[in-house]
């Protein structure tokens, strides 16, 4: 799936100006990653040799730190990401209720994204809503005190069709 | 009729989760709809989670508090004289300084949140900001670490190494560059005090990192804040744009010859980077993977420099130290922990969010005092404190003190001040798999006994559940315990085992077990002094 840097010049050349942008940041990869992701929705890794170019890093070393953290991901998301939180404090108000919820409704496991394209299903561990949970995040939008009955709400409130 | 009331809604993502923005735009509608000018400030919280949506008019006496007020209520407010300040609808709960929540803590890093709005720099000088900075540009670097040593502010991210020592240590460090990185990643569930700071009271902490910077001679600053929490990186990077505007950051603080540039890094979804080491590591750039100690960061920290590294908590205190001397912190406390400490209570709770207290409060105290039981409304069962490598605890141990040497020695910690509330629904053998599960989930992989002891632990857990060889496999559970607390290089696997052996402790029958009869009660450890603990609260 992956596209090369020399079929797709836009991604390179928009990938050297993110890098260009940092250029007086000390340990820019982690900044430049961020900004590569929120442009793109994920981290292509295409990206890899471009970024180990321009760092002056090896392209392991550009590897190894986009698989270290969760938030890098490699291949598009679905239209909607769902994440859900699996830590104590909501799991002391039925997260696992939702978590079971949401993986029979959607048909996918966490990490997983629905065959339409229309929802990634993520775990998530902590929102800091511990007082407020079961927390559930659609889209960057933090949810507090939600029920199945919400949850089933937000999830059907996820546009289905592309471009919808 | 023409002064625009002042009604306070807050910006705090926990109040947004449950509807804030949309109760804040119905009081809008419903004032333009009934032709009365108002001044809507988002506030932060004011830790009264269970009430949120907290609403807040200006009044005469002071400002009276609404809630937990749902958007579908704001037309019925307003219609019963919300924008009056009166107390005829249901949901007024009178003037919010007369709260028994609020009224019997002791607000003092807390003291500005959900009081002013967090991005109003003339509000934050207005409530006693910048006073802790202006004494520190007076005061020689020396002078400020022997304050902070004085007031025996020990580490609030859950080690509890005091703050001076740490500070001494980098400012007798040779370097022409020095850091000072605020460690915001505040990964452990049940704890949400930081990014409540960080939300409702950004300056303070700016404020306490550039007392660090003056104090060790430091010029560049970092606070690592964990991307799950996008509220705090805009409010503090909004704060950091204003405070250098004002001349608070950057060339010439307050006219003064200190220089400190400080910036936001944004972690990237690992829970270890929390672990200071891990999080220089990232802050670098490179994966947040556990440096063995010595050296400490202190001497060889970030970039190889001398480097402080201190929670949100921590320096949000500096700026009060400073302010009012070490001696009024120090009066706060027990024992060797001082001052106050910002509590968090969280999970199956019916009153959930923010006590900020002296330490020495009992868990009873703050589960089923302030906590009122569980929101389910079933017995309290198990609550774990300090976080997923803390101790699960049960109700017989209510009597401790919120201390840290009493909680070691009651082989629990009081880590970061979370405390989870579960009901009797719980199945502890489940909560001592998770601890295994989430430590190989989260796991840097650095050291053998954390990565693959973590496996090991959920198999051994499995089958003791299921009641295969159950007598070999506890003692193996022990045995591989023990080693992931001995042998490895950081506390993500040094304490996992925490959870596990409590669990194992105190709620055997969860395992199959026989339940053992309730162990005494250590009675060296129910000596909370209630005098000195009232005598404190007031």
């Not at chain 1, 890098?19 to 340990?27: I, K, N, Q």
């Not at chain 1, 994204?113 to 929802?119: E, I, L, N, R, S």
């Not at chain 2, 001696?327 to 019916?350: D, I, K, P």
């Not at chain 2, 053998?429 to 006994?449: D, L, V, W, Y």
């Amino acid at each position: 799936m992956a596209v090369s840097p020399e079929q797709s010049p836009d991604l390179e050349q928009r990938v050297r100006s993110i890098v260009a942008e940092h250029r007086g940041t000390r340990g820019a990869l982690l900044p430049v990653l961020h900004a590569v992701r929120e442009e793109f929705g994920h981290v292509d890794p295409a990206v890899i040799p471009v970024l180990a170019g321009e760092l002056n890093l090896s392209r392991a070393d550009v590897y190894g730190v986009i698989t270290f953290y969760e938030d890098f991901r490699q291949s598009p998301p679905g239209r909607t990401t769902v994440r859900i939180c699996r830590a104590e404090a909501c799991q002391a108000v039925g997260a696992r209720t939702l978590a079971d919820r949401a993986t029979s409704r959607l048909g996918v496991s966490f990490g997983e994204t629905t065959p339409d394209g229309a929802v990634t299903l993520d775990q998530v561990f902590c929102l800091g809503n511990c007082a407020t949970g079961p927390a559930v995040e659609v889209d960057g939008r933090l949810h507090g005190r939600v029920t199945p009955e919400r949850l089933d709400t937000l999830l059907a409130s996820a546009p289905r069709e592309a471009g919808a | 009729m023409s002064t625009p009331v002042t009604v306070y809604v807050p910006r705090d993502s926990a109040a947004r989760s449950v509807g804030a923005d949309e109760v804040a735009e119905r009081i809008t509608a419903a004032a333009a709809a009934t032709g009365r000018e108002i001044r809507l400030v988002r506030n932060g919280s004011r830790g009264m989670l269970w009430r949120e949506p907290l609403v807040e008019v200006a009044g005469p006496d002071g400002r009276i508090a609404y809630g937990p007020v749902a958007p579908e209520d704001v037309d019925g407010l307003v219609a019963a004289g919300l924008l009056d300040a009166a107390g005829t609808h249901p949901l007024h709960l009178g003037r919010t300084a007369d709260l028994d929540w609020l009224r019997t803590q002791n607000r003092v890093t807390f003291a500005r949140v959900g009081v002013v709005d967090p991005l109003d720099p003339d509000d934050f000088l207005a409530h006693g900001g910048l006073r802790g900075l202006r004494r520190a540009l007076e005061l020689s670097p020396q002078d400020i670490v022997a304050e902070v040593t004085d007031s025996g502010l020990r580490g609030r991210g859950g080690a509890g190494f005091p703050a001076g020592i740490k500070w001494k240590t980098v400012q007798e460090a040779d370097s022409a560059l020095k850091f000072v990185c605020c460690n915001a990643d505040e990964g452990d569930s049940g704890t949400f005090a930081d990014r409540m700071l960080m939300e409702g009271d950004p300056f303070t902490l700016i404020e306490g990192m550039t007392i660090a910077a003056r104090a060790v001679g430091a010029t560049e600053g970092y606070v690592y804040v964990r991307s799950e929490y996008p509220d705090a990186v805009a409010t503090l990077r909004a704060a950091i744009a204003t405070a250098y505007g004002r001349g608070w950051l950057g060339a010439g603080v307050l006219g003064s010859d200190l220089r400190f540039d400080l910036s936001v890094r944004v972690g990237a979804g690992a829970y270890i980077c929390g672990e200071e080491t891990s999080m220089l590591e990232s802050l670098e750039g490179k994966r947040g993977t556990v440096r063995a100690k010595p050296p400490i960061p202190a001497l060889e920290g970030l970039f190889g420099k001398p480097t402080v590294v201190n929670n949100v908590l921590t320096l949000g205190s500096v700026p009060m130290i400073l302010a009012d001397g070490a001696r009024a912190f120090a009066g706060l406390g027990t024992g060797r922990s001082r001052g106050t400490q910002v509590f968090q209570l969280g999970g199956n709770v019916a009153r959930g969010g923010i006590v900020e207290t002296a330490f020495g409060v009992t868990l009873g105290d703050l589960v089923e005092g302030y906590g009122g039981g569980t929101r389910s409304g079933r017995p309290v069962r198990a609550v774990q404190v300090g976080g997923p490598l803390g101790a699960y605890l049960p109700t017989s141990r209510f009597h401790l003190p919120m201390d840290y040497e009493a909680f070691a020695a009651a082989g629990a910690m009081v880590g970061h001040g979370g405390v989870v509330v579960f009901d009797d629904t719980v199945d502890m053998a489940g909560q001592a798999r998770f601890a295994m599960e989430f430590c190989a989930a989260e796991s840097c992989g650095k050291c053998t006994p954390c990565r693959v002891g973590a496996v090991r632990g959920v198999e051994v857990i499995d089958r003791i559940t299921a009641g295969i060889d159950r007598r070999a496999n506890l003692t193996l559970l022990d045995d591989l315990c023990d080693l992931m607390t001995e042998g490895s290089l950081c506390a993500m696997g040094g304490l996992t085992p925490m959870p596990v052996r409590s669990a194992l402790e105190h709620f055997p029958a969860d395992f199959g077990e026989q339940p053992a009869a309730e162990p005494p009660t250590t009675t060296d450890l129910a000596t909370t002094d209630l005098a000195t603990t009232t005598e404190a609260r007031r």
